[in-house]
C-alpha cells in the first residue's frame, strides 16, 4: 500500500519545484501525494519575482483538514514565507507523530530569499527528524561562513545536527567538485555517504524540493533514513540525468520528475529525432500533392510548379552543402558534402530541366524560407548538417514510397523511377551517421540547437510538399 506523504511548501507555477516537484517527486517514488500551499510565488526558469504568503490561520486549516481525515507517513516541509506560517506549523506539528523531513527554504539556488526571519524556524528544527539544507543554508543556520569543501561541509553539518539533535543532509551539489557527493550526519558524525559523478546540465531547479521530498517518501517505504537518503540520490541523479529531454523555459529548468518510468530513451538520438517528427511525415502523406503524385491524377501545372520551386531550391542547396563541406572537421565528411553538392549540380538539376518546359524565374516565399532557415544555421558544423538531414531522410522515406507506387503506363513513371535508388538509401544513411556523430560530441545547448534545426527543416519540407496546392498560386510562370 502507497504511504501518504504530505508535502507543506509553496507553490512554484513553473512547475519545477515546491509543492509540484513535491507532488510529482511524491508519486515517482511510490507514495500518495498530498499537499498545504503556504505561499504563491511569481517564478519561473530565471527565478522568483514575487512571493505572496497565504495567511498563516488558512495555513492551519488545511492542515487540520488534511490531518483529521487522512492518516499521515511521512511529512515534508519547504518553503514557509515568514514567522507566522513557521509557528502555526509547529503548533500543528505538536499533534502528530509522524516522521518529518524539513528542507529549510531560506534562500533558493538562484540566490532569492524565500523565509522573512531565520530565527523563526528554531521551533522548527527540533522537531524534525533530519534537515536538508543547501550550502548557503546551512551556514545561515549556524551563523557561520559558507564552506567550500566537502571535509568542512560534513563538519558543519555535523554541527548543525548536534546543535538540534537530528539528523543532517550534507549536499555536495553546490562545491567545485566534478563529483556530487551527499551524506547523513548525525549529532555524533558522518552515517553514510553516497558519490556520483556531476551531471552536465544548467537544468537542475527544484533540486532540493525534490530530494527532500523523495527522501521522506522513501524513509515511509523503508524505515531507515540511510537507505532512504541512497534511494532518493539514486532517484534525483536519474531525474537529472534526463533533464536535457525536458523543454521547459529558457532559464535553469527542471529535473524530469518521471524519467524512471518512463520507456528507456532510445540510445540512437536520430531514431528519437525521426520518432519527435512523425506528425509531420504524417502530415506529408497526407498531402494532395504526394497522394495524386502517386496516384497518376497529378496536373502537369502543378508537377512542373514542383519541379521548377525544386529546382530553384537545388541552386541554393547545393550551396549548402558546399558550406558543410567547408566546415565539416574531417576528410571522409568533406569528401561526402562535396560530393552531394557535385551531384545535385551535374545530376538533379539537370534532371529537373528536362521534365520542364519553362523554368519558374522566381523562388516563392515557400521556397526562400526554406533556404534561408539552412543558410541561417551555417556557422555551426553539426547545427548545419542537423537542418540538411531531412533534405536527405525524409526525400528518401517519401521517395521509396513513390517508386512502389509506379507502374507502366503511370503518368509520371520515368520520373517516380528516379525517386528510390540504392546510391540514395546509401548517402541517406552515411549523413544519419555523421549528424549522430556530432551530437555525441557536442554539448547539450548545441544539441538543443541540432534537434531544432533538424525540426524545423522537417516543417520546411512539409510546406514545400504543399505549396503547389495553395491558394494564390500562379502556374502562369512554372
Same mark, same amino acid.
Given at each position: ?106 534562500? #533558493? ?29 546551512? #551556514? ?14 560534513? #563538519? ?31 549529532? !555524533?558524525?558522518?552515517? #553514510? ?105 497529378? *496536373? ?31 576528410? *571522409? ?14 545530376? *538533379? ?63 509520371? !513513371? ?44 522537417? !516543417? ?19
Amino acid at each position: 500500500m502507497s504511504p501518504n506523504i504530505l508535502s507543506i511548501a509553496g507553490s512554484d507555477p513553473s512547475g519545477g519545484a515546491g509543492i509540484q516537484a513535491d507532488l510529482k517527486t511524491i508519486g515517482a517514488n511510490g507514495g500518495y501525494g498530498m499537499c498545504v500551499i503556504t505561499a504563491l510565488t511569481a517564478q519561473n526558469t530565471h527565478g522568483v519575482d514575487a512571493v505572496l504568503p497565504i495567511d498563516a490561520q488558512f495555513v492551519a486549516k488545511q492542515l487540520t483538514s488534511v490531518s483529521q481525515d487522512v492518516h499521515i507517513d511521512a511529512v515534508k516541509i519547504g518553503m514557509l514565507a515568514n514567522s507566522q506560517i513557521v509557528a502555526a506549523v509547529a503548533a500543528w506539528l505538536e499533534t502528530l507523530s509522524a516522521p518529518v523531513v524539513l528542507d529549510p527554504v531560506m534562500i #533558493a539556488t538562484s540566490g532569492d530569499r524565500l523565509l522573512e526571519t531565520d530565527s523563526a524556524l528554531d521551533a522548527l528544527l527540533t522537531r524534525a527528524d533530519v534537515l536538508t539544507p543547501n550550502t548557503a543554508e546551512l #551556514a545561515a543556520l549556524l551563523g557561520e561562513e559558507q564552506v567550500s569543501n566537502w571535509e568542512e561541509l560534513v #563538519a558543519q553539518s555535523g554541527r548543525l545536527a548536534a546543535k538540534y539533535s537530528v539528523l543532517v543532509v550534507a549536499k555536495g551539489g553546490h562545491l567545485p567538485s566534478d563529483r556530487c557527493p551527499d551524506a547523513l550526519v548525525g549529532p !555524533e558524525g558522518l552515517i #553514510a555517504s553516497f558519490d556520483s559523478q556531476r551531471l552536465s546540465t544548467k537544468n537542475t531547479h527544484g533540486t532540493g524540493c525534490t530530494l527532500s521530498s523523495a527522501l521522506a517518501t522513501q524513509y515511509a517505504l523503508l524505515g531507515d533514513w540511510a537507505a532512504a537518503l541512497g534511494a532518493a540520490k539514486n532517484y534525483l541523479h536519474t531525474a537529472i540525468a534526463a533533464a536535457d529531454e525536458l523543454k521547459v523555459g529558457s532559464g535553469h529548468g527542471p529535473v524530469n520528475h518521471f524519467a524512471a518510468l518512463l520507456p528507456p530513451v532510445s540510445s540512437d538520438p536520430m531514431a528519437q529525432w525521426w520518432r519527435d517528427i512523425g506528425q509531420l511525415r504524417a502530415g506529408i502523406d497526407e498531402l494532395q500533392f504526394i497522394i495524386e503524385l502517386s496516384a497518376g491524377t497529378l *496536373e502537369r501545372e502543378r508537377f512542373e510548379y514542383y519541379l521548377a520551386q525544386d529546382a530553384l531550391y537545388l541552386q541554393r542547396y547545393a550551396q549548402v552543402l558546399t558550406q558543410a563541406s567547408t566546415l565539416a572537421p574531417q576528410i *571522409e565528411a568533406q569528401r561526402f558534402w562535396a560530393k552531394g553538392a557535385q551531384g545535385i549540380l551535374e545530376g *538533379e538539376l539537370q534532371l529537373h530541366r528536362s521534365e520542364l518546359r519553362n523554368l519558374s524565374p522566381e523562388p516563392s516565399d515557400t521556397t526562400l524560407n526554406y533556404v534561408n532557415h539552412l543558410s541561417s544555421c551555417a556557422g555551426n558544423y553539426a547545427e548545419l548538417i542537423a537542418a540538411i538531414l531531412p533534405c536527405y531522410w525524409i526525400y528518401q522515406d517519401i521517395g521509396n514510397r513513390l517508386s512502389a507506387a509506379n507502374h507502366p503506363g503511370h503518368r509520371y !513513371e520515368s520520373w517516380l523511377s528516379t525517386y528510390s535508388s540504392v546510391e540514395f538509401d546509401e548517402a541517406t544513411a552515411q549523413a544519419i551517421n555523421m549528424v549522430t556523430e556530432a551530437w555525441q560530441l557536442a554539448d547539450p545547448t548545441t544539441r538543443s540547437r541540432m534537434w531544432d534545426a533538424f525540426r524545423r527543416s522537417a !516543417e520546411h519540407e512539409l510546406s514545400f510538399f504543399a505549396q503547389s496546392h495553395a491558394q494564390g498560386v500562379d502556374f502562369s510562370t512554372a
